[in-house]
């Protein structure tokens, strides 16, 4: 089996020294916090540090920097709809290299801005990664662009591999690596250089529920891929031919996650870890959270593998997430629409240490008495505890009160 790799430890270790000075090389940090709610020893690597805020910069640079003068001036192209395109526009334009960057038509215009302005040449084309890919691949052929494949790709795998080397130089007393998996880039140059370090190190693959590619290939599995993802980076369909060889020979283990671990993980990074972090970032953690009984007592290394995060969606997911614990709740009353109803409401609130965040007052409801309205009011409250308390006050004081956390979770187990 191991004579079908086509990435060596040397391999790696060149392209640690090509890509020195140019790519971060982030700290391996130990959190005291999450390691005492998991049980587990955890060490985050910050790969969403870097200069795109992605490990996608090591693949790329090196890729880009192997070229011959030739190949530099014809320019290169690139499929992707996330990091790597930022990556490679990034490096490229360094490097006086003109680059291309085939996106599919429904990326975010965010992310095709921020694309552009790194000095990439942008082509929307096709509504899949897949239809972009099969575009990317025509011009390149048609122009004499080089390809640059964002995982399939030994010199690409290669200089993912450097996040592993890195790992292992900083902890090598880790006893297991866990990693993001879209296409298995990562994953695979990760473990060949831990393995070929530590043979002994267990490497664990994290995929979305939804896009269980790998999963389903290492175990023989017809299994769907496919639907919206917070881990929008590790949403692929399909391993890569050079990556496949190297999961099935080197990696221990691939496990699922759902949306709700992903969105917990990202808001507990984002709350306790004061880090941000993207969905396919969050999923190593997520997977720790979920089955913390298999890690616990162990050194786990985390790789933190992008912080690109919409913050927007940031942004939703944080006021989720102190709605699940408690220190932001939604009330609805039924009240009599009368003057100093609303005065009185907020006098008891305010007397309970209640924070009002917004009220929304509506009287036009058939749902209500035809003197009545419904007022929503959400509120910022110290834990789950106080939130209580405060529900009481109010019923106390005479109001009927329906706490709509409850619906906000049935929503998002909907969508």
Known sequence: MQ????????????????????????????????????????????????ATGSFKDRGALNKLLSLTGDERS?????????????????HAARLGIPATIVMPETTPFVKVGETEALGATILLAGDTLAE???????????????????????????????VGLEMMTDRPDLDCLVVPVGGGGLISGIAIAAKALKPEIEIIGVEAATYPSLYA?????????GGMTL??????KTIGEHTLPIVRSMVDDVVLVSEEQIEQAVFTLASRQKTVVEGAGAVGYAAIMEDSERFRGRKVGIVLSGGNIDPRILASILVRGLERDGKIISLRFTIFD???????????????????????????????????????????????QHSEMVIQKLQQAGYDVLQLKETAEADFMTN
């Open 3 to 50: 004579k079908t790799l086509t990435v060596t430890l040397e391999d790696i270790e060149e392209a640690a020294e090509r890509i020195a000075g140019d790519v971060l090389h982030p700290p391996l940090v130990a959190s005291q916090r999450l390691s005492a709610i998991t049980g587990a020893d955890i060490q985050f690597k910050y790969e969403n540090m870097q």
């Open 74 to 90: 014809g320019g290169v192209i690139a499929m992707s709809a996330g990091n790597h395109a930022q990556s490679v526009a990034h």
């Open 132 to 162: 972009a890919r099969n575009k990317a691949i025509e011009m390149s052929k048609r122009g004499g662009l080089t390809m640059i494949h964002p995982y399939d790709d030994p010199l690409v795998i290669a200089g993912q591999g450097t």
């Open 217 to 225: 290939a290492i175990s023989d599995k017809e299994m769907h891929s």
């Open 231 to 236: 881990a929008d980076g590790i949403a692929v």
């Open 338 to 384: 009368q003057p100093g109803t609303l005065g009185r409401i907020s006098s008891v609130l305010g007397e309970a240490g209640a924070n009002i965040l917004s009220i929304s007052h509506r009287r036009i409801l058939l749902n209500v008495p035809p003197r009545g309205s419904s007022l929503d009011v959400m509120i910022e409250t110290k834990d789950a």
